[in-house]
C-alpha cells in the first residue's frame, strides 16, 4: 500500500514571499502520479498541479511549481508570490492503478498581509 | 456546466440510525469516490465504483455501503451511525482509466453523530 506524508503540520508567509511545502512517499509502483490540492476555508478541493512519475520535467502552473525527486521519493511544492487567497490546507495525493487517490495529512498554510 | 453536488450539506444524526448521503454528477463520468476527512489524516477513501452495479471498497469502508444503479450517483450508507463517523464526507468522480485524469470533488457534507 503507498503511504504519503506531509511533515508539516502548519506554515506562515508573508504576502509577495515563497514557502516550500514538502511531501514523501511511499511505493513500490514504477507508474504513477502526483498530484496536490487546495481546500480552502469553503472546503472545496482545488486541483493545483499534478505531475506524471515517468517525465523528470518539474510542472508548473503559475506561480506553483513542484520539485520532484523520483529517487528520493519526494514531491514538494513551491509557491511563489504569495497571495492572501493561497491561504489553505494543502494536500498532497498519489495515484498509481485503479485511479484511487491516497491523500498526505495536509499542511495548513497561512499569507500574513 | 456539468458539475457534482451532495445532499444535505450538514446532518446531525443519532447513534444507530442508518443515514444515507447523496452523490450526483452531470460529467458523465464512469468513477465514482467516497472519501472521508478527519483532522490529521487528510482524506480516506471509503468506497469507490468504476460504472453501473460495480462496487468497491477502500481503505475505511467498515459501517459504510455504497451501491451504483446508474452514472450520475452513488449514495452513501452508513448502516448504524456511530459516533467515530462523524466526519466530512467527500463525493469525487473522474473520467476514464488514466492515472492522469483529474477527479472532481463535491463540496462535501458535514456529517454528526450524537
Request: glycine share 6%.
Amino acid at each position: 500500500a503507498q503511504t504519503v506524508t506531509q511533515s508539516q503540520p502548519e506554515m506562515s508567509v508573508q504576502e509577495a514571499e515563497t514557502v516550500t511545502l514538502s511531501c514523501t512517499y511511499d511505493t513500490s509502483e514504477s507508474n504513477y502520479y502526483l498530484f496536490w490540492y487546495k481546500q480552502p476555508p469553503s472546503r472545496q478541493m482545488i486541483l493545483v498541479i499534478r505531475q506524471e512519475a515517468y517525465k523528470q520535467q518539474n510542472a508548473t502552473e503559475n506561480r506553483f511549481s513542484v520539485n520532484f525527486q523520483k529517487a528520493a521519493k519526494s514531491f514538494s511544492l513551491k509557491i511563489s508570490d504569495s497571495q492572501l487567497g493561497d491561504t489553505a490546507m494543502y494536500f498532497c495525493a498519489f495515484k498509481a492503478a485503479g485511479n484511487k487517490l491516497t491523500f498526505g495529512g495536509g499542511t495548513r498554510v497561512l499569507v500574513k498581509p | 456546466d456539468a458539475e457534482i453536488t451532495q445532499s444535505p450539506r450538514h446532518k446531525i444524526t443519532e447513534t444507530g440510525r442508518q443515514v444515507t448521503l447523496a452523490c450526483h454528477q452531470t460529467w458523465n463520468h464512469n468513477n465514482m469516490f467516497w472519501y472521508r476527512q478527519d483532522l490529521g489524516h487528510g482524506l480516506r477513501l471509503i468506497h469507490y465504483s468504476y460504472g453501473v452495479q460495480d462496487t468497491n471498497k477502500g481503505e475505511v469502508s467498515d459501517g459504510y455501503s455504497v451501491s451504483r444503479s446508474n452514472t450520475e450517483d452513488l449514495p452513501l450508507t452508513l448502516e448504524s451511525a456511530a459516533s467515530s463517523q462523524t466526519s466530512v464526507y467527500f463525493c469525487a468522480s473522474s473520467e476514464g482509466q488514466s492515472g492522469a485524469a483529474e477527479q472532481y470533488f463535491g463540496p462535501g457534507t458535514r456529517l454528526t453523530v450524537t
